[in-house]
Structure formats: C-alpha cells, structure tokens
C-alpha cells in the first residue's frame, strides 16, 4: 500500500514501512523506540508514532491527526516497540486501550492472608467487580481472563 502523507510518500510492504526519497528510491523506515517504548517517524517535520502511519498508510480515510482518546491505535499483543504489522494494529478508545495493557499485565487476583484462598475481580466502567473466590492461582487466573473477554470485549 502506498500513501502521500503531508507531502511525504510512504509504503508499507512485508511489514515495514518505506520513504521515498527525491534519487527515486525507498528507503526502510527503521524503528528505534523511545523511552516509552514507541517509535517515532518523522514526516514533513512532525513526529508521529510508526504505529500510527503504518495504520495511515493502509487506512487511507483514518485520520492520524486525530489525537483524541477515542482515536487510540491500539497494539492488539501489546508488544509496542517491536510488533508493529497492520494486523497487529486496531482502533480503539482509551479505556479499551488501557484494558489491553492490563490483560497482559495483571494478574487479575490477590491471595487473602486469612483464608489462603485466590480473590478474583476486574474493573468494569470503573467499578470493581467481583469474580469469585479460587483455591489456586491458575483458578483465579482463568477466571479473570474469561471476565476480560466478556466485559473488556477483547
């Protein structure tokens, strides 16, 4: 696919993205994350997120200049700096965002001090809800990720 982004012309092929360059040639866009782990590419003389111009140049009628927590990319195995293939790239709010990032990244349970027992629960619309009460950590862990399914719509 190829797109004239901002007078920029790019293509993405075999899951990297390409500059053309005025001695007509393309040249590899390489990805080197930044602290927080994302890649930056600069096009015209503005930073965007790789992520979000490998999205652009296969969605030509998204628009990557919104910047609103309704207009998120969203890395669907939440490795950000290295996985950045249109496939592994969807749109979403915020808060399913950020419901990713927790499903790779908390466990979901906590061990009571009295019982020796696994509680379960998640956060739904900013409440918590409880799930249950398991006898082993895999237990409580299962049940968590069939609560994020259910009420996160992975």
């Given at each position: 696919?190829?797109?004239?982004?901002?007078?920029?012309?790019?293509?993405?092929?075999?899951?990297?993205?390409?500059?053309?360059?005025?001695d007509?040639?393309?040249?590899?866009?390489?990805?080197?994350?930044?602290?927080?782990?994302?890649?930056?590419?600069?096009?015209?003389?503005?930073?965007?997120?790789y992520?979000?111009?490998?999205y652009?140049?296969?969605?030509?009628?998204?628009?990557?200049?919104?910047?609103?927590?309704?207009?998120?990319?969203?890395?669907?195995?939440?490795?950000?700096?290295?996985?950045?293939?249109?496939?592994?790239?969807?749109?979403t709010?915020?808060?399913?965002?950020?419901?990713?990032?927790?499903?790779?990244?908390?466990?979901?349970?906590?061990?009571?001090?009295?019982?020796?027992?696994?509680?379960?629960?998640?956060?739904?619309?900013?409440?918590?809800?409880?799930?249950?009460?398991?006898?082993?950590p895999?237990?409580?862990?299962?049940?968590?990720?069939?609560?994020k399914?259910?009420?996160?719509?992975?």
């Open positions: 696919m190829e797109l004239e982004l901002f007078n920029t012309r790019l293509k993405y092929e075999d899951d990297v993205l390409w500059r053309w360059f005025r007509k040639r393309w040249k590899e866009i390489k990805q080197t994350p930044n602290k927080k782990g994302y890649c930056n590419v600069s096009v015209s003389g503005k930073k965007y997120y992520h979000r111009v490998v652009k140049v296969c969605n030509p009628e998204w628009d990557i200049t919104d910047n609103s927590r309704e207009n998120e990319i969203d890395h669907i195995c939440g490795v950000k700096p290295l996985d950045n293939r249109i496939e592994n790239l969807r749109v709010n915020h808060n399913k965002n950020m419901y990713n990032n927790l499903h790779l990244n908390h466990k979901g349970y906590s061990q009571s001090s009295s019982s020796n027992k696994y509680f379960t629960r998640i956060r739904v619309d900013g409440k918590q809800k409880h799930l249950g009460s398991y006898d082993t895999e237990q409580a862990r299962e049940a968590y990720l069939k609560a399914i259910t009420y996160h719509q992975m």
